[in-house]
């Protein structure tokens, strides 16, 4: 699970941390911000599900466009961002992951990379950094970016020449590599792409349904002469449905009954049945 975003220089952010537990709410005032760390968490699934890094940006034929594309993805007048995730893999270990991108009109580039394994001490101490691999600042004007990957022993690592346009973590199929950073890599890309991001948009959501009605409203029998006055239905629905819906239906006896515990139960009892002799599920 993701504990830990860490952004800079990202659409409205210089830095910002947002600490995820399993439930989290992000709360704020209008154009705080809110909207923009989904989107950073968006960029991240989408390098881990294999888009490049200018097509998570700026979307292709398959994918949309982040919110402002590549013109709004640094916060201005910044032309390069990072981004950091915390990954957990238990109580005493989690993945640090940190991509760095950088964007110049319409081109958007990996300028750095980073994948480390954090291992907790008991009393609180530091953590044990290992490096699985890292990147350059220095070499980020060549063509291909040059990622040093840890041999268990001292110095730099093996040097691997990759693509700046895709994240290391979808480049590593090919290359022979230690174990650790094979699974280090897999665990991260997994927990990556199982972000999502629900997105509701109210007036996709808004509809007409005779089920609140039935339930909620007035009476049927006056609900439904209120119809026939303005020369609807008396079924109800915007359509004009000519047989009521199995909602409806569902929801008839509570009608007839007394006490609105009385029509709950009945309600209760009614959608019961109707949905064992349907032999599926309906939402009332
Ligand atoms: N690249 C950027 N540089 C500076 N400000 C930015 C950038 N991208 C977005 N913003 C600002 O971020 C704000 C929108 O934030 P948003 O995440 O949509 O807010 P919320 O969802 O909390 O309402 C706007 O004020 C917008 O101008
Ligand atoms: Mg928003």
């Not at 659409?11 to 709360?27: K, Q, R």
């Not at 690592?157 to 230690?178: A, N, P, V």
Request: proline share 6%.
């Amino acid at each position: 699970m993701i504990k830990e975003l860490r952004v800079a220089q990202w659409t409205s952010f210089d830095h910002a941390t947002l600490y995820i537990d399993p439930l989290t709410i992000v709360i704020g005032t209008n154009a705080s911000g809110k909207s923009n760390l989904l989107d950073a968490l968006s960029f991240l699934q989408r390098i881990a599900s294999g888009a490049g890094v200018f097509q998570a940006i700026n979307g292709d034929v398959a994918l949309p466009s982040l919110r402002g594309g590549m013109e709004w993805a640094c916060r201005k007048p910044a032309q390069d961002f990072e981004l950091e995730a915390l990954i957990g893999v238990s109580d005493l270990q989690e993945y640090r992951f940190r991509i760095k991108v950088q964007v110049n009109g319409s081109k958007a580039d990996l300028i750095g990379e980073e994948l480390t394994l954090l291992t907790y001490r008991p009393r609180g101490e530091a953590p044990r950094e290992q490096r699985l691999y890292h990147t350059r600042p220095e070499e980020s004007g060549s063509p291909g970016i040059g990622v040093y990957f840890q041999t268990g022993t001292q110095g730099p690592g093996k040097r691997f020449d990759l693509s700046r346009s895709y994240s290391i973590l979808t480049q590593l199929e090919t290359t022979t590599l230690r174990k650790e950073i094979k699974e280090g890599a897999r665990k991260v890309v997994e927990d990556l792409q199982q972000i999502f991001v629900f997105d509701p948009i109210p007036n996709h959501m808004r509809g007409y349904t005779i089920s609140t009605l039935a339930i909620l409203g007035a009476p049927a029998h006056r609900a439904s002469r209120d119809r026939q006055s303005r020369g609807q239905s008396p079924h109800g629905g915007p359509w004009g449905t000519t047989e009521p819906t199995r909602q409806a239906r569902c929801a008839a006896p509570a009608r007839r009954r007394g006490t609105p515990r009385d029509a709950a139960q009945a309600v209760a009892a009614s959608c019961a049945s109707t949905r064992s002799q349907a032999g599926r599920e309906i939402t009332t």
